[in-house]
């Protein structure tokens, strides 16, 4: 029972959480955390943030992908989080049961399947059936791409021996009030590089009833979804 956005690019994979001022000025206070510069500043507004620098240059972000980038221009590592300071809640979508109209997509590597990912995307029913790896890689390329992101999301990876296309690593959920900080840090940790090549999934609560539901492969969020775990108020 999941809907929201996997977005990358032109999109903002988080843009369904982060849809409230009240959301916003959450991530605003996370990502000055992260940051920890004397003289960083980001201030929520109805359009995204304003990060200004130590160097007084600013940057206005609209989204979560651009915020991160402003913010690593003066900090090169995250500040280690801290577990007792809540940065605020996130949005919830009221859309339940996928209701953004996108379709899952299990990725599969075979003979005789597509070398192309658009043809492999484009083919009816919810699978996406590949020659090799590297067809396979661009498919995870494609589903965060503006063309295939509001269509479609990753399920699962079948045939691929390399790390990226492994069941995902985990981590322990974080309370609702640190899913800004949660999220933040693993747009950091994705801008990074250091998710190229491996694959990780990240769970836990927005609010009562409702989760985030987030996937990154090959250095790509091919799943951000919101999953409830009873059905919405």
Do not use: K
Not at 201 to 224: K, N, Q, S, T
């Amino acid at each position: 029972m999941c809907g929201a956005c996997g977005e990358r690019g032109a999109f903002d994979w988080a843009r369904p959480w982060t849809a409230g001022l009240a959301a916003r000025r959450a991530v605003a206070v996370a990502a000055a955390r992260a940051g920890d510069r004397r003289g960083l500043r980001v201030v929520a507004d109805g359009g995204g943030w304003l990060v200004s620098g130590p160097t007084g240059a600013t940057a206005a972000c609209d989204g979560l992908g651009a915020l991160v980038a402003a913010v690593r221009r003066w900090a090169g590592e995250p500040a280690p989080l801290d577990r007792g300071r809540s940065s605020g809640p996130l949005s919830v979508p009221d859309e339940p049961d996928g209701g953004d109209g996108r379709t899952g997509v299990v990725l599969r590597v075979r003979p005789g399947g597509a070398r192309c990912a658009d043809a492999a995307l484009d083919g009816p029913g919810r699978e996406a059936v590949v020659a090799g790896e590297a067809t396979a890689r661009a498919v995870i390329a494609a589903l965060a791409s503006p063309r295939w992101s509001p269509r479609h999301y990753l399920e699962r990876v079948e045939g691929v021996a390399a790390a990226w296309g492994r069941p995902a690593a985990g981590a322990r959920p974080e309370p609702a009030g640190l899913a800004a900080d949660v999220l933040l840090r693993l747009e950091w940790t994705r801008q990074s590089g250091r998710l190229d090549g491996t694959a990780l999934a990240l769970r836990g609560p927005l609010a009562p009833g409702a989760e985030y539901d987030v996937e990154v492969r090959d250095g790509y969020v091919v799943r951000a979804r919101t999953c409830w775990t009873l059905p919405p108020a």
